[in-house]
């Protein structure tokens, strides 16, 4: 594993000052990411996998193969779905130990909770618990 | 560019009055179009409120000092007010509440625990806000009572044959309201209410998106109850109004307990208040009731008749325009709406339009807007809906307009 967690926060940070705050781009920007997604298999999104607390639904599944995880995840709204991306891009390929530790400080770097706004935030939130969940769940196995 | 006819609107002396309104949001001049919602407030509502902080504030119907005669006779001067507003018999019947929500909870639960027995029925509409569901699920649960849903066609109308045949001697409320927040519906409740009296049951009316647009006579609609909000109609937040009938309200049970709704209290016995302190136990929202009174003063001087003309040429502008495109779909046409719009737009969720239209500075509302069986009915899960308050403009319809029309283009690229 080449970048951490830490060197990912920090380039989603720079990618976004480019952005200068403006909602529209950043909007945009978002919705890009959201199309570079891997596209979650039907079968994955299941009523339990569903993250709770999202005005919009997002679904969440992590599976652990040799002590990595790899996490899947859609959603069905293009602005979801880009945010989703943003986490997936920290977390995938992570061993449970890195999620447990894991603090994502860019959300507040990148003013996403200014522009997202406190209730679809708290989608993101449920998300993020959800994401660490699995990390301690796995942990386990590991 | 349309124009507006048949109004006495001098818009700009309107927009004036509401500062608010003259701001960008992400860097774009604010459109406001979530009204049903909540709508904002003229400066002499704002001033109100000042002015009783700044000079008058003491708490009412207790002190005998000069503040809280001030405060108190400006808290019943707005309870007159409103009945003058609602043409209700007398001041008397005008209860304060936090809402509209509160004031349809306090009659399910005062009213129903008294009047509700087993196999009763209560009848609301398909077109229901979760407050006018809610409490009557509640309350037909804990009486075991059932509840009934008058259905609606595909235009969003309630069907009346079928009220007909719901309604019977079993029937003993029924509860709806007098335009929907969703669809913008106004529902032919004078009708409905002659319908359910001629079966011997009482009506309610969730008056919340009627106040600020249609006459509202209780009187002439015979309705028993009739509840709405502060805050949709120019005046300030956490504020509502219970109207009911003498007769009705003094059979009622207090709501709750507390200083206000009492005569005297002894450990072994309490003696309750006449109407309606019987029903505002505690300290009210003094300063929102009185700054209240400039909301519907308000409302009184523009004329009820030239704010619906004006909003009905938005509406009227707004419909026709969305129709133009092609992905639009209208949830809702009934032949008789207040201003509130409510669409989908094919292969775009309507959280994403609210955030672009957000981007663009136009604040319009997505989701359910708490009529979730509503959204069932039309099997959506929820709606862009956009609804306009007198100060609202065609320039704002036409900018409203082409930041769909290129948020549509964004996601077809
Ligand atoms: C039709 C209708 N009923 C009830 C309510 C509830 O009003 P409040 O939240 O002020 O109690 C609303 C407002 O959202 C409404 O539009």
Not at chain 1, 70 to 78: E, I, P, R, V
Not at chain 1, 111 to 138: D, P, V, W
Not at chain 2, 248 to 275: A, R
Not at chain 2, 392 to 410: G, H, M, P, Q, W
Request: contains cysteine; aromatic residues 8%.
């Amino acid at each position: 594993m080449s970048s951490t967690v830490k060197d990912i926060q920090d380039e989603i940070i720079e990618e976004f000052s480019m952005l200068d705050s403006d909602m529209e781009m950043t909007i945009s920007y978002i919705m890009e990411l959201g199309e570079q997604l891997p596209e979650m298999d039907e079968s994955l999104k299941t009523e339990q996998n569903i993250v709770k607390g999202c005005q919009s639904k997002v679904w969440l599944n992590a599976t652990l193969n040799d002590g990595i995880i790899d996490f899947q995840a859609d959603s069905n709204t293009a602005i979801t779905k880009g945010l989703v991306s943003l986490l997936i891009r920290i977390v995938s390929g992570r061993s449970p130990q890195e999620i447990v530790d894991i603090d994502f400080y860019f959300i507040d770097k990148i003013g996403l909770n200014r522009f997202i706004g406190t209730q679809r935030s708290n989608g993101l939130g449920a998300m993020m618990k959800q994401i660490k969940l699995y990390g301690l769940a796995f942990s386990t196995l590991v | 560019m349309a124009t507006l006819e048949k109004h006495k609107i001098d818009i700009d002396k309107v927009r004036a009055e509401f500062p608010i309104l003259d701001q960008k949001v992400n860097g774009k001049q604010l459109v406001y179009f979530d009204n049903a919602a909540t709508n904002q407030k003229p400066q002499r509502v704002i001033d109100a409120l000042v002015h009783h902080y700044q000079t008058d504030n003491a708490n009412i119907h207790r002190g005998i000092h000069t503040l809280a005669e001030r405060s108190t006779t400006a808290f019943e001067e707005t309870r007159k007010v409103i009945q003058v507003f609602i043409n209700a018999n007398e001041a008397e019947e005008i209860i304060f509440t936090k809402g509209t929500s509160e004031s349809i909870n306090l009659v399910a639960s005062s009213w129903g625990r008294k009047f509700l027995n087993t196999g009763d029925e209560v009848i609301i509409s398909a077109l229901e806000h979760h407050s006018n569901i809610v409490p009557w699920q509640m309350i037909c649960e804990e009486r075991g009572a059932v509840l009934k849903v008058m259905p609606i066609n595909e235009k969003g109308e309630i069907i009346l044959e079928k009220v007909d045949e719901l309604l019977s001697e079993k029937t003993k409320m029924v509860a709806l309201n007098h335009a929907s927040n969703s669809l913008g519906t106004i529902n032919p409740v004078k009708e409905i209410i002659k319908k359910a009296h001629a079966a011997g049951a009482k009506v309610l009316i969730d008056g919340a998106q009627a106040t600020s647009h249609l006459p509202v006579d209780v009187q002439d609609l015979d309705a028993d109850f009739y509840a709405f909000s502060a805050h949709k109609m120019y005046g300030p937040t956490g504020l509502g109004v219970l109207y009911g009938k003498r007769i009705l309200l003094e059979k009622m049970p207090p709501y709750q307990g507390g200083g206000e709704m009492i005569k005297e209290v002894s450990f072994e016995k309490t003696t309750y208040n006449d109407i309606p302190y019987k029903f505002e136990a505690g300290t009210p929202d003094i300063a929102n009731v009185i700054a209240f009174k400039e909301a519907i003063h308000f409302i009184n001087e523009l004329g009820k008749a030239n704010i619906a003309a004006y909003e009905d040429g938005l509406l009227t502008y707004a419909t026709a325009r969305l129709k133009e495109i092609d992905s639009v779909r209208l949830i809702g046409e009934a032949a008789n709406k207040v201003g509130v719009i409510s669409f989908e737009v094919e292969g775009i969720h309507h959280f994403d339009l609210g955030m672009w239209m957000d981007a663009k500075g136009v604040a319009v509302r997505t989701g359910h807007h708490c009529t979730q069986p509503l959204m069932d009915f039309y099997c959506i899960e929820g709606t862009v809906r956009a609804s306009f308050s007198v100060y609202n403009t065609l320039e704002e319809v036409d900018i409203f307009i082409s930041a769909l029309k290129s948020i549509i283009e964004r996601f077809n690229k």
